[in-house]
């Protein structure tokens, strides 16, 4: 434990060393959060009700997209894929670490970072902005709120590391061109910018079995009040379900890859 | 300037470009892949609420998706031309600067120009069509403006590349400076004037998104007055010769470091 505790400690270092870039990320992630923020913004102060949102409902959306976005997806184990593609991978396989216990750690790291800056910032942004905030009605929606996040960020771990192992079959361009395809699913699917209900319903049937949905769009949903207890017992029921099929096709995948894998570049 | 040469150059680099995409075809279907659902995503969401919602700031939705297909256009036109600039990094860590710096061509030509991105073709391709079917009938005055400020985009454009380009020289620090205004550029993708005013100003004459992309699209639909468009060139014009200024002056402080 004691060593993964230190890896934590290293992320924090590592990342807060190179300070301009730090800074320049969470200028990025500021600004994508505005933009979206004054896009909605620009939408409902013509429109009082689309699809059933209404302001408040929508700039809540925005505003807790803004948090999972630092809680559920950013990570820094999307790298792995480059250790695998370059050879690097090799370099912790002689390692006395648990190779996904200390990308887990670095995303941990990296999501606790990522959220001590974000809190401050939101805070500033609430009070400049001054958005009519929509909170849970009930402890049960807030308690399943975190609760189905941190899962999220747990099937978000397992998915990103699967789709890294596809640089065990195709090391070119360190495996980004399938990322770069992961990225834009989530970006569509996980409803980060967009709620998914705005679409038509046939649209919304397959989103609801989507594993994407359940990075965002669903925790947001419990959030806003718009899920009855049977619905969220259910988010609960698919969320779980999602977890375990990722992590049981991680590992599949990883042991296939692992022998494939022959070091390339070392 | 020595434009065959330039051609010659540009030729050869889009050539090997072009050659190492065949021959990763997986990659480049995966990357073209993404980029085609990203697109599709945005307009079918535009799409979406058309029954739900009538006009945002006096647009209908019709409109806004005219206002999307040419930030688009533009949009592409920088990454298909200018895609070198996210390279460009390795290039000033590494001190590789120093071997365009030599050779008998402009080295902000070499940068901006290094990686010509043929996998923003389809899109493009898609995006002219869906233009041409949608575009409602306008005067060939408007196609005239158009077509002049298209060509003003273009260079804005340009000296937002170079901007980028000069402040990695100082500060090795391009790829998130790339990355902000494609961030700030994308709230082009609707006409900059849904925004509150203080927003719009700053999207229009700080970080110019509203020339690159509302204008044009105004100008389409007839929009823009004579006082606008001459105010659009003298800004183009100033702001080009700015970026050429920082350019140069981001040499002086390269320290060709690591080479």
New interface residues.
């Given amino acids: 434990m004691k060593k993964y505790w230190l890896i934590f400690r290293l992320s924090w270092q590592n990342a807060l060393t190179y300070r301009l870039n730090f800074v320049m990320w969470r200028v990025r992630s500021i600004i994508g959060f505005l933009a979206s923020y004054l896009f909605w913004l620009a939408i409902v102060n013509s429109n009082q009700n689309i699809a059933g949102y209404n302001p408040s409902l929508l700039l809540t959306y925005i505003f807790l997209s803004g948090l999972l976005r630092n809680l559920v997806i950013s990570n820094v184990s999307y790298t792995a894929c480059m250790e695998i593609a370059n050879g690097d991978l090799s370099n912790y396989l002689i390692k006395p670490l648990g190779y996904f216990k200390y990308w887990l750690t670095r995303d941990l790291a990296d999501k606790a970072l990522n959220l001590s800056f974000f809190a401050p910032e939101i805070i500033a942004l609430y009070y400049l902005l001054r958005p009519a905030i929509v909170l849970p009605q009930t402890s049960f929606q807030t308690a399943s709120f975190f609760i189905i996040s941190l899962l999220a960020a747990l099937i978000y771990f397992f998915l990103s590391f699967l789709v890294s192992t596809y640089a065990f079959w195709h090391p070119e361009h360190n495996g980004w061109p399938f990322r770069f395809l992961f990225i834009m699913l989530l970006e569509v699917l996980s409803g980060s910018s967009i709620p998914l209900d705005i679409f038509p319903q046939a649209l919304m049937k397959i989103f609801q079995i989507s594993p994407f949905s359940y990075l965002i769009f669903y925790p947001n949903q419990i959030w806003l009040g718009r899920l009855d207890t049977n619905q969220i017992i259910n988010v609960y029921l698919m969320t779980f379900f999602w977890l375990i099929v990722f992590y049981g096709l991680f590992r599949f995948v990883w042991q296939k890859g692992i022998k494939n894998y022959s070091a390339y570049g070392r | 300037m020595n434009l065959k040469r330039y051609l010659i150059y540009w030729l050869k680099t889009s050539e090997l470009t072009f050659e190492s995409l065949i021959a990763?075809k997986?990659?480049?279907i995966?990357?073209i892949?993404?980029?085609l659902?990203?697109f599709g995503?945005m307009l079918?969401?535009l799409f979406?609420?058309k029954e739900?919602?009538?006009?945002?700031?006096g647009y209908n939705i019709d409109q806004l998706v005219i206002f999307f297909l040419i930030y688009n256009l533009f949009d592409l036109a920088g990454q298909l031309f200018y895609r070198g600039v996210y390279w460009f990094r390795s290039d000033i860590l590494s001190g590789d600067l120093d071997f365009k710096l030599v050779k008998p061509i402009s080295p902000l030509f070499q940068i901006l120009t290094s990686h010509t991105d043929f996998l923003d073709l389809p899109q493009l391709f898609l995006v002219i069509i869906i233009l041409i079917m949608r575009l409602p009938h306008v005067t060939w005055q408007n196609v005239l403006v158009f077509s002049l400020l298209s060509l003003i985009s273009l260079l804005i454009l340009t000296a937002v590349h170079i901007f980028v380009v000069a402040l990695g020289v100082i500060?090795t620090?391009v790829d998130?400076?790339i990355?902000?205004f494609r961030?700030?550029s994308?709230?082009a993708q609707?006409p900059v004037d849904?925004?509150?005013e203080a927003?719009r100003t700053f999207l229009t004459f700080v970080i110019p998104i509203g020339l690159i992309f509302t204008f044009p699209a105004k100008a389409l639909y007839g929009l823009l007055n004579p006082a606008l468009i001459f105010l659009t060139i003298s800004f183009a014009l100033v702001f080009y010769y700015l970026s050429l200024k920082f350019w140069y002056y981001s040499l002086k402080t390269y320290a060709s470091a690591s080479s």
């Fill in positions: 990763d997986l990659s480049s995966l990357f892949t993404g980029k659902l990203r995503f079918g969401f979406a609420i739900k919602i009538k006009l945002v700031s500060t620090e998130h400076t990355w902000i961030n700030l994308g709230m609707v849904i925004y509150s927003v």
